[in-house]
């Protein structure tokens, strides 16, 4: 049973949403602003989180970007129609992905189990992973795809659900050039409503983590007008 917290002052969309996310077979807790939202998540895993950005005691922002110092949990954002400054934010502070109020619920379902199908990819042996491709190395690079974890040089880094789509699909398409439309499509969906903004947010954000430099990028590296690509220089 997949366990969700759902974060929101509005006590319409907390009935509502549960009622439809619990009808779905998930197991759902909510809470009603944000320090509540972030001592739910130090005490409990979730398999995902819907977090309303606007927030009494401590905003959406705030949570999500406290809960990244301890939690790679995926986190959908949820924001007022219109407000790209937040959808943008949100994503520099760690969120996967975003949906504008007022929402479909079938749309939320959708996204939700979209983002957790990626995060929960398993093939259950480690000889088989690597059989298929599960494992991947180059260079100072080594991917864990089935228990999404990422080391580089021995260390161990975390990134986001949708940071590491991105740098999976990268690493095995070594000096191959994706468009910024391209990278959106593939990793996000062709039904995502977004804009490639979001690319260049998560573009940036993983190479905070992976980079010694994320301004003369190794890894990741960008063709200028055209795209992003990886190759370990």
């Known amino acids: 049973m997949?366990?969700?917290?759902?974060v929101d002052d509005e006590k319409l969309i907390l009935k509502g949403v549960s009622f439809s996310l619990?009808?779905?077979g998930m197991e759902v807790d909510t809470a009603s602003d944000g320090e509540m939202a972030l001592q739910m998540v130090r005490e409990k895993?979730?398999?995902i989180i819907l977090l309303?950005?606007?927030l009494p005691k401590m905003s959406g922002i705030e949570v999500c970007e406290q809960i990244r110092k301890f939690s790679m949990v995926p986190i959908i954002m949820l924001t007022a129609k219109g407000e790209d400054a937040d959808k943008i934010q949100g994503l520099e502070h760690g969120a996967d992905d975003y949906i504008t109020k007022p929402f479909n619920i079938d749309e939320v379902?959708?996204?939700m189990k979209a983002i957790m199908r990626r995060v929960d990819r398993t093939s259950g042996h480690a000889?088989?992973?690597a059989e298929q491709g599960r494992i991947l190395e180059s260079g100072d690079i080594r991917l864990d795809c089935d228990n999404r974890n990422l080391f580089i040089c021995g260390k161990k880094i975390d990134l986001t659900a949708k940071e590491f789509d991105v740098l999976e699909l990268l690493v095995r398409n070594p000096n191959k050039v994706y468009s910024r439309d391209n990278l959106l499509r593939l990793v996000w969906g062709d039904d995502y409503p977004g804009d490639v903004r979001t690319v260049d947010v998560h573009i940036r954000r993983m190479r905070e983590k992976i980079e010694q430099n994320p301004s003369e990028p190794k890894y990741v590296q960008t063709k200028w007008g055209v795209g992003y690509f990886y190759g370990d220089r």
């Open 2 to 6: 997949r366990k969700v917290l759902l």
């Open 22 to 24: 619990v009808s779905d």
């Open 45 to 47: 895993e979730y398999d």
């Open 52 to 54: 309303d950005i606007m």
């Open 109 to 111: 379902k959708a996204r």
């Open 127 to 129: 000889g088989a992973a």
